[in-house]
């Protein structure tokens, strides 16, 4: 072979792999056409699209646009009736914590050989996909207190009077209205984390677990050295969203109670001023102020809980 | 490292979206497929007209008119049970050649908003509250001059813009109080109720003497309460009420002033447990009209509009209809009661529709010729038109039935502006509300003073707008 040949065939075998990396890039670019740009128009331009709407004094119709510079900050950080509605995101912050260790449970269980797992992975799974204003019919009733006139005892009070007890009005009474809100949104999302959590389990390599039983291992080292670490990230990743659920916890107060009752929260507050007010520029900025609320308290979360590489 | 930064950039995305209900196109996902459009199916042949009708400029002789006009509008339940369409059929043997089609919303006034980002929100459509007064010209074709149109229709006050009228009347509603005529007369009453507190009486007396819920506050559905704000003007019984308002300076809430008739009366009825249901947060709308045909709800506030919907109820779970009664507001003045009608909905043209005068024609046929309102038991938007059926009580009671009167042109809009900017909003429903507040109030039993508070801190609210916005 002379050395004119040699070099022809690397520039082929050259050319050759550069046409692979180019159609390869192709593809590639093709597959992330259509997502980037759904992305972009729903998600980035309507949220560049609000960030300067909150420079700027507006409707919903779109009229009477006027630059206002910071106005519409200042109004929301001297205007401490906004923030008193983060206290109920407390409650929602206790139930993610207690819907994390109840998914996390049930799901170690679920993985677990028992019979008819996959069925009760559906029934967990289930109201996540129920439409909300399903969800607000179905606790309406639960949660209801008869008058024996035009509507009988819901679901909870039938079974509170059937031990003895007297019949609460569960949504009409301050402080109990929220942890009942609390409990439907445990209800409506822990199917979201049992299934995060299984998936997350089940990446985890048999061997191991079978290297654990012949080491005589029981269930609950199983979880603690086995699982615990090997789903870390998930557990992590959870509760970044468990918290930033919390503070933006919207749509379960607003369409069951509407906020009253001391339900309200600032996103409902937000969504209130830009369409029952008209002040899409100030609410526009409290998006955003929640917004920086929530990359903040998440940057915390990360420093303190420090994952490791 | 890499998944890490990709797990950090959903989560922002996750975030984003959060923040993106507010935008333009949030504003339909709040009620998260609660919407129907009902006119899926006509949607393309509107598309495939398009060409055609815009070829064909409009302002051919009058009954030559053609092309496709898209009605948009929030009445869906008239567009299931084929009202509409029947409506059709009259405009058709006048124009034979425009073909209408129907688009209806369950969230109207939130959906329509959005539309009008753009250009492209329907030929004929109805016209959204929200909107400022002044913004009319922005979206709507001119009907003619008010001085014209104002001797045909009522209510085109609200919808005028120098002197040109951007929206015709459907119809309009008495404000007052329905109740069960039987119920009350179990309950021994023998003349309606003509003081406020002869009001309260006549429900404590349902309570001891009869089986029924005297009062139903509907709390559940937000708008239910603020049904109670029509009765405002109707209590001062002054077609000038409103601009008294902003010219004379008076506070919303002082002893005997409208507003603490109503709600005075309103806190009073909440605030005893016995008189309302049971669990307020729990109510049923759907469920309260069948249950007030049956006897077991004696009374509610609500606009007439509702009367002809609570008679349909009656019908449909073998009541009697005659017993759904009709009464004003119970606060006379020098022995007399009034009540106040206004308008629904209101009819508009979007200015940039391509079929501007088949549109025209239908609207004004709508307001005028159609009968929808009558249809409907509501009060014609036409001048000296007869009052509906379902009204015939206020002329045995010999109440007078009033319309405000226009407000002078330098104040035009102002009302609203200090209702939106104060937050008081006397209209809305807003989670904030003063009526929820002083509702929740009086439910917890927090007393009279809680009500003074929440009083004084509308006045306050009110009085601080007002004096920016008026000077």
């Known amino acids: 072979m002379t050395k004119k040949n040699i070099t022809a065939e690397r520039l082929a075998s050259r050319n050759k792999l550069s046409k692979a990396y180019m159609e390869k890039m192709i593809t590639v670019c093709l597959f992330l056409l259509i997502p980037t740009l759904l992305l972009v128009i729903f998600t980035y331009i309507p949220a560049a699209e609000m960030v300067k709407f909150s420079f700027e004094e507006r409707d919903q119709f779109g009229q009477n646009v006027k630059f206002v510079g910071l106005e519409n900050y200042k109004t929301v950080f001297t205007t401490p009736e906004y923030f008193a509605a983060f206290k109920n995101s407390i409650y929602y912050l206790c139930g993610s914590f207690i819907q994390l260790g109840l998914a996390l449970f049930i799901a170690t269980i679920l993985c677990s050989k028992i019979r008819f797992a996959n069925f009760f992975k559906g029934v967990a799974f289930f109201p996540y996909m129920i439409n909300t204003v399903a969800v607000a019919l179905i606790f309406r009733r639960f949660f209801q207190k008869g008058d024996g006139i035009t509507n009988t005892d819901g679901t909870l009070n039938s079974i509170i009077t059937l031990f003895g007890g007297d019949p609460v009005k569960f949504l009409s009474t301050e402080g109990l209205v929220n942890i009942c809100l609390v409990f439907v949104s445990i209800w409506r999302y822990i199917g979201f984390d049992i299934v995060m959590f299984i998936g997350a389990i089940q990446s985890i390599s048999p061997d191991i677990y079978e290297a654990a039983d012949l080491d005589g291992a029981n269930r609950f080292q199983v979880f603690r050295y086995i699982i615990a670490p090997g789903i870390r990230p998930i557990i992590l990743l959870q509760m970044i969203l468990a918290v930033k659920g919390a503070i933006s916890v919207y749509e379960i107060p607003f369409i069951v109670t509407g906020g009253r009752f001391g339900s309200s929260t600032f996103v409902i507050q937000t969504t209130e001023t830009a369409f029952k007010f008209q002040k899409v520029g100030l609410a526009s900025a409290m998006a955003v102020v929640l917004f920086l609320i929530i990359v903040v308290v998440t940057v915390i979360q990360k420093l303190v809980l420090k994952e490791d590489k | ?471």
């Not at chain 2, 302002?59 to 339940?77: A, E, F, N």
């Not at chain 2, 003081?195 to 309570?207: D, G, N, P, R, V």
């Not at chain 2, 109820?313 to 119970?330: H, K, T």
């Open chain 2, 1 to 471: 490292m890499n998944t890490k930064f990709k797990r950090i950039a959903a989560m922002c995305t996750a975030m984003v979206m959060t923040g993106a209900v507010l935008t333009a196109c949030g504003s339909s996902s709040k009620d998260d497929g609660a919407d129907t459009t009902t006119a899926a199916a006509g949607e393309t042949t509107a598309a495939a007209n398009g060409d055609e009708t815009t070829a064909a400029p409009a302002g051919d002789s009058d009954t030559g008119l053609s092309g496709t006009i898209k009605v948009l509008h929030h009445r869906t339940d008239r567009d299931q049970d084929g009202t509409m369409a029947k409506l059709t059929e009259g405009f058709n043997a006048l124009y034979p050649n425009v073909k209408v089609e129907y688009q209806s919303f369950t969230n109207y006034a939130d959906d329509i908003a959005t539309m009008m980002q753009s250009d492209n929100y329907g030929d004929v459509i109805m016209t959204p509250q929200a909107l400022k007064q002044a913004d009319l010209p922005n979206f709507f074709a001119s009907f003619g001059t008010y001085d014209d149109l104002s001797q045909q229709y009522y209510w085109l006050e609200n919808y005028s813009v120098d002197g040109q009228v951007y929206a015709l009347p459907t119809g309009g509603t008495a404000s007052g109080v329905l109740y069960n005529k039987r119920v009350w007369a179990d309950a021994g009453i023998t003349a309606l109720p003509t003081t406020t507190e002869e009001f309260i009486a006549c429900l404590k007396q349902i309570k001891e003497n009869t089986s029924a819920i005297p009062y139903y506050t509907n709390y559940n559905a937000g708008w239910c309460i603020t049904q109670w704000q029509s009765l405002v003007v109707g209590a001062s019984g002054d077609p000038d009420y409103n601009t008294k308002l902003l010219t004379e300076k008076t506070d919303l809430f002082s002893k005997g002033s409208p507003y603490d008739a109503v709600y005075g009366t309103l806190f009073d009825i909440y605030a005893d447990p016995s008189l309302h249901e049971e669990d307020p947060m729990t109510t049923d709308w759907e469920g309260c009209k069948p249950a007030f045909a049956q006897g077991k709800i004696a009374t509610m506030v609500l606009g007439s509009w509702a009367i002809s919907q609570f008679q349909e109820a009656a019908v449909q779970v073998g009541a009697d209809p005659a017993d759904v009664g009709y009464m004003p507001f119970p606060n006379s003045i020098d022995g007399k009661i009034y009540s106040v009608s206004s308008n629904d909905y209101m009819m508009s043209v979007n200015k940039n529709s391509a079929n501007l005068d088949a549109a025209m024609a239908y609207a004004k046929w709508f307001c005028t010729d159609s009968g929808f309102a009558q249809n409907e038991g509501e009060i014609s938007g036409l001048k000296g038109a007869p009052m509906p059926d379902t009204l015939s009580s206020f002329d045995e009671l010999g109440v007078e039935l009033f319309v405000e009167n226009p407000c002078p042109a330098e104040l035009t809009g102002k009302f609203d502006e200090i209702a939106k900017a104060s937050e008081v909003d006397p209209w809305g429903d807003a989670s904030t509300n003063y009526k929820f507040r002083m509702a929740e109030a009086a439910f917890k039993g927090e007393g009279r003073e809680a009500y003074d508070k929440i009083a004084a801190d509308v006045n306050a609210a009110w009085a601080a707008s007002r004096d920016e916005i008026l000077g």
